[in-house]
């Protein structure tokens, strides 16, 4: 599936207060939870409704609802979790996994240190967290760690992608929709996203 991105003058106009250095801690995580509950906004842009009948201060109508416990957000952590207030915003009843990874900062490999996700997990449709798509490993490793426990139906929701992290989910997973705030130019020699944000973990909880 090709990737979506969010064409919209308050995306671009977010990202760029997101991007700059001078930005803090307070404000970063602001922008990176509400960039996340806009992602999560077009991410269920299809999502099925059920048929419900309620009843207004004046009448009875019929009308529609959606079943919050068809879904799932997995944050990867830890820059992922920055993105869970604002999806729980949208979808408050959704259940939460976690997966834990980091990238070797060598091979640029991710390594896998925690995976705890909801029992009924395979029912669920999952949608993903995580702000930065670079490699594409970390994204393809949670994915293929999601359909290992049976899950059918995956979103994966970024901030920012790059070009070849994209290519490889969309070779690797073409069944996964991605949704991306912004596409980036490319990937530096120590596969950092240019011209990006620099390190999401790091400028969510102030650890640099
Ligand atoms: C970052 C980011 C992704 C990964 C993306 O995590 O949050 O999980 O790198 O890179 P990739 O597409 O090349 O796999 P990081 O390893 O910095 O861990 P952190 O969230 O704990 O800071
Ligand atoms: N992880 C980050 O936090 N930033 C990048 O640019 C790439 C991976």
Same mark, same amino acid.
């Given at each position: 599936m090709k990737t979506i991105e969010l064409n919209h003058p308050l995306i671009e106009h977010k990202l760029a207060i997101l991007r700059d250095k001078k930005t803090g801690t307070k404000?970063?995580?602001?922008?990176?939870?509400?960039?996340?509950?806009?992602?999560?906004?077009?991410?269920?842009?299809?999502?099925?409704?059920?048929?419900?009948?309620?009843?207004?201060?004046?009448?009875?109508?019929?009308?529609?609802?959606?079943?919050?416990?068809?879904?799932?957000?997995? /944050?990867?952590?830890?820059?992922?979790?920055?993105m869970l207030d604002g999806v729980i915003n949208v979808v408050p009843n959704a259940k939460i996994g976690h997966i834990g990874m980091y990238r070797n900062e060598t091979t640029f490999e991710p390594v896998n240190y925690y995976f705890k996700v909801p029992k009924d997990i395979e029912k669920r449709e999952v949608?993903?967290?995580? /702000?930065?798509?670079?490699?594409?490993?970390?994204?393809?490793?949670?994915?293929?760690?999601?359909?290992?426990?049976?899950?059918?139906?995956?979103?994966?929701?970024?901030?920012?992608?790059a070009p070849e992290g994209i290519q490889r989910v969309e070779k690797e997973h073409p069944d996964v929709q991605v949704y991306c705030a912004h596409i980036d130019e490319y990937l530096n020699e120590t596969k950092y996203i240019v011209p990006g944000l620099g390190d999401a973990g790091d400028r969510i909880f102030g650890t640099k």
């Open positions: 404000e970063f995580r602001e922008l990176i939870s509400e960039i996340a509950m806009f992602l999560c906004y077009e991410a269920m842009k299809n999502a099925k409704l059920d048929d419900v009948e309620i009843e207004t201060p004046l009448t009875k109508m019929k009308t529609k609802k959606l079943n919050e416990d068809r879904y799932a957000f997995v /944050p990867i952590l830890r820059a992922g979790t920055g949608i993903i967290l995580d /702000p930065m798509l670079a490699t594409g490993g970390s994204a393809v490793d949670a994915i293929e760690l999601l359909k290992a426990k049976g899950v059918k139906k995956i979103k994966f929701l970024s901030i920012i992608g």
